[in-house]
Structures are given as C-alpha cells and as structure tokens.
C-alpha cells in the first residue's frame, strides 16, 4: 500500500521548484523511509526529488526504490547526472541494475562515468553471471601488512565512506595479495599500544572463494563458517573483492 502522507507537499514543491525543500526532505529521514514516501510519484518527479540532494543522498535513496522504478530513471533521465549517480552506487549493485537497463543507453551513461568506476564495471560485468566474481564488490577495507594500529586506523577512516563494511579489514602485501585479516575490533582494543605492528595478531589462516566459484557454493560457504563477508580472490591470491552475507 503507497503511503500518500509527504505526496502533496513534495508535489508542491517540485511545482515550486523549491529545491531547499526538497532537499531537506532527502535528508530528514532514513532512505529507506524517503524511498517508501515517493511511492506514489512518478519516476520522474522521484529522480527530480532525489535529485535536489547530494550526489551521496541520492545514490543512497535510488538504492531503496524498486528495480522498475530505478531502471526507469536511469533510461529517461539526462546521462550526466545519472553518471555521476551511477559512480556513487555500490560496485555490485551498479552492475546488476544496468545489466537490466537498455545497452544503448548503458553505453551512453557510462562515457560520463568516471574513469576509475566505468573499468570496474567492465570488471564485474566480465565474469559469468552465477559465480563469486558477479555478485562481489570490489569497495574492500584493505591496509597493508606493514602497519602498525594506529596507522591502520588512521588510513581506516579515511577509506571508511566509501566502503560497504569495515567489520573485516583485509591484509595485503604491495602487489594485493591476501595476507591476513583483522577485525575492526581487534584495531580498537590495541587503541592503547598504537606501535603494534598488525603482522603480530592478524588471521593468517584464512577461508576464501575463487571468483570464479558458484555463488551457490559461496553461499554455503558463508553459512558454514557464519561469516559477514567471505574474500573473493584470484588465481594467484590477490584480492579482488568481497561478498557480503546479504549479498548472498
């Protein structure tokens, strides 16, 4: 059932064009709860709301609404503001929701996506749907094995916002391979000796998944060990990306 309590006022303001408005509205509450009270608008007037917001509101709220809602906005919408859109999304989510879109207008969107995102996507788009490689993403906490705790924590908050979970932190040497992994938690609770190197306490015994596994495997994989996030690595070790519980 469409929940009409915020649908006048926010079609008051998109005649008003009353972008302060709207934009508050964006922000006043969780995305999700902003997804759900612009059921009742058209695609277009939603991207219009969502639009007034930061580039970093907006991918969060696009994230709730349905897949219809979504694919919609992204094939009517001016290419510009949806690359800038389309870089601000989670790398698996991007990838599944354009493989749903018009080819024609994917390739249109992704000239304006920024460099660093648009090969990423090409990465994720080459690997077969049904394996590790197609549902994982590539946005890792990852420090390197020769940090000590309170350099990992510094380079941690400063990765920390473009990151999906920082539960798992990934150890790798200069070339990404995977070392180890420690916990955010294991960081906190060495808070008082900062100079301990990470190579002291880090996992070295480690549970992962080829991306070129079935995700069916993966699964359970993860329900086995009862894991938040598994790593996904290459043929020779690197770390490519994770997966996440609720991504599986």
């Known amino acids: ?13 998109l005649a008003a064009e009353d972008r302060t408005g709207l934009e508050e509205f964006c922000t006043a509450l969780h ?9 009742g608008l058209t695609p277009q007037e939603t991207w219009q709301v969502i639009h007034a917001s930061s580039p970093t509101t907006c991918a969060d709220i696009f994230g709730f609404m349905p897949e219809d809602v979504q ?19 989670p790398a698996d989510d991007r990838v599944d929701l354009l493989n749903e879109v018009d080819p024609a207008i994917v390739q249109k969107v992704l000239l304006l996506v920024p460099v660093e995102e648009r090969r990423d996507i090409f990465r994720l788009q080459a690997y077969p749907e049904g394996t590790a490689g197609a549902v994982m993403t590539t946005e890792v906490a990852k420090l390197s094995e020769s940090l000590t ?28 391979h995977l070392r180890g992994t420690v916990s955010t938690r294991q960081l906190v609770t060495r808070l008082g000796s900062p100079e301990t190197p990470l ?13 070129t596994d079935d995700q069916e495997a993966v699964a359970e994989k993860v329900v086995e ?10 043929e020779e070790q690197r770390l490519v ?6 991504d599986v």
Do not use: H
């Open 225 to 234: 060990y009862d894991f938040l996030a598994i790593p996904v690595v290459d």
């Open 1 to 13: 059932m469409i929940n009409t309590l915020y649908l006048p006022e926010l079609r008051e303001m």
């Open 71 to 89: 694919v919609e906005i992204l094939e009517t919408g001016e290419a510009g503001a949806l690359g800038q859109l389309i870089a601000n999304m």
């Open 199 to 211: 190579s002291e306490f880090m996992e070295r015994n480690l549970v992962t998944v080829a991306a």
């Open 149 to 176: 705790v309170g350099t990992a924590l510094e380079q941690l908050g400063r990765q920390s916002k473009d990151l999906e979970t920082i539960y798992y932190i990934y150890i790798v040497d200069a070339d990404d």
């Open 241 to 246: 990306g994770i997966i996440t519980y609720d």
């Open 31 to 39: 995305p999700a709860r902003v997804a759900e009270f612009m059921e």
